[in-house]
Structures are given as structure tokens and as C-alpha cells.
T-cell receptor
Framework: SAVISQKPSRDICQRGTSLTIQCQVD?????MFWYRQQPGQSLTLIAT?????????ESGFVIDKFPISRPNLTFSTLTVSNMSPEDSSIYLC???????????FGQGTRLTVV | AQTVTQSQPEMSVQEAETVTLSCTYD???????LFWYKQPPSRQMILVIR??????QNATENRFSVNFQKAAKSFSLKISDSQLGDAAMYFC???????????FGAGTILRVKS
């Protein structure tokens, strides 16, 4: 398994600003994923981030709004840019590693945009 | 595209009783992996159990077991001797293979009554 530290755990932000969420893993992993979870809903994949290449975004998500960095095999950031109240959600990072198919998750970031 | 369906938005169970959560999925693959994740109010996604499609034997983890029916594309979770700590949102998830994204169902809220 992998231990994932995600921060901040929660934040309240003004509309029009940006927030960067960090995800640190205790081991080297190839695949990192960023999800959004709106209240009471399931997880929606934003993008897949592999080290050394551009992130791959899912339909409905764009790099200008959700830029992602993946500088090494243990770390990634997701930025939520030019925020609006509709961006209020839980954001989760997730990893697959060691050839295992199951995903392990960070604690999530609860974002409220006012 | 693969889809995962959880038809029970909410379930309730009396403490110490048994409850079964339903999940069906759609795929044209013959090899894949299925998971049940638990998300308590803390937001942390916790892997409960996994099943490899090539294994006929149903997976078991202590009080948690699955009924995997490959032909019917059904993957239900049985929780025996339910405890208050089992109260959470439960997600069924599918992945084709390592390196692929997980596909999640809509989730089932499980309430445990004392």
C-alpha cells in the first residue's frame, strides 16, 4: 500500500482566486490521479498525471482551469484556477503503484468558494 | 465504455445484522478487477475488498465478503455482524488493468442503527 499526504485538508477561498493542492506519496508511484467529488456524489476523474509527461485530462476538464504538476515520482499538485462557487467540492489525489490495480487515496481537500 | 451501477442510494441495517450492497457493471473485457471502497465522514477512501475477475472464488476480508457473478456482471458486498463504524458511503469500482483509471459507481450510503 501507499501512504498519501494531501494538503490542505480544507480551505475557504474567495471567488476569482486560485488554490494549489499538494499530494505527497511515501513511495515512488507511476500513476497519479486527481478526482473531484461534489457533495453526496461519486468521484469524477479530472486528470491522470504521469511523471515526465503532460497530464491527460478527462472530458469537461481543461488545463487552464486545473493545471497539474508532476515533478517527480512522489509528488503532484493540482491548482484550481479562477475559482467560482461551482468549484466547491472535495478534491482527492489517488495513486496506483507497484503494479497493483487498486488505488490509494489522500485524505481529500474540502474546498469552499465564497 | 465501462460503467458501474449501484442501484441502492441508501441502505439501513441494524447493528449485528447482515446487509448486502448491490453493484452491476458493464464491460466487454474478460480480465479486470473489481473493488469496494468505503468513505466515512472523514472523507478518507478506504479499500474494503478486491476481486480479480479470473478468480472464481469470492473474496473475503473478515466480516466483508463479495458475491461475484461474472456472467451476470454482478458484484455485491455482504457485511456481516454490522458495526456502527461500518456506517459510510460505499463505492463499487472497476478497473481493466494496472495503469487504467478506476470507474466508480454512484455510491450507496449505509446507515447502521443501534
Amino acid at each position: 500500500s501507499a501512504v498519501i499526504s494531501q494538503k490542505p485538508s480544507r480551505d475557504i477561498c474567495q471567488r476569482g482566486t486560485s488554490l494549489t493542492i499538494q499530494c505527497q506519496v511515501d513511495s515512488q508511484v507511476t500513476m497519479m490521479f486527481w478526482y473531484r467529488q461534489q457533495p453526496g456524489q461519486s468521484l469524477t476523474l479530472i486528470a491522470t498525471a504521469n511523471q515526465g509527461s503532460e497530464a491527460t485530462y478527462e472530458s469537461g476538464f481543461v488545463i487552464d482551469k486545473f493545471p497539474i504538476s508532476r515533478p517527480n515520482l512522489t509528488f503532484s499538485t493540482l491548482t484550481v484556477s479562477n475559482m467560482s462557487p461551482e468549484d466547491s467540492s472535495i478534491y482527492l489525489c489517488s495513486v496506483q503503484g507497484g503494479g497493483n490495480t487498486e488505488a490509494f487515496f489522500g485524505q481529500g481537500t474540502r474546498l469552499t468558494v465564497v | 465504455a465501462q460503467t458501474v451501477t449501484q442501484s441502492q442510494p441508501e441502505m439501513s441495517v441494524q447493528e449485528a445484522e447482515t446487509v448486502t450492497l448491490s453493484c452491476t457493471y458493464d464491460t466487454s473485457e474478460s480480465d479486470y478487477y473489481l473493488f469496494w471502497y468505503k468513505q466515512p465522514p472523514s472523507r478518507q477512501m478506504i479499500l474494503v475488498i478486491r476481486q480479480e475477475a479470473y478468480k472464481q472464488q469470492n473474496a473475503t476480508e473478515n466480516r466483508f465478503s463479495v458475491n461475484f457473478q461474472k456472467a451476470a456482471k454482478s458484484f455485491s458486498l455482504k457485511i456481516s455482524d454490522s458495526q456502527l463504524g461500518d456506517a459510510a458511503m460505499y463505492f463499487c469500482a472497476y478497473v481493466k488493468e494496472y495503469g487504467n483509471k478506476l470507474v466508480f459507481g454512484a455510491g450507496t450510503i449505509l446507515r447502521v442503527k443501534s
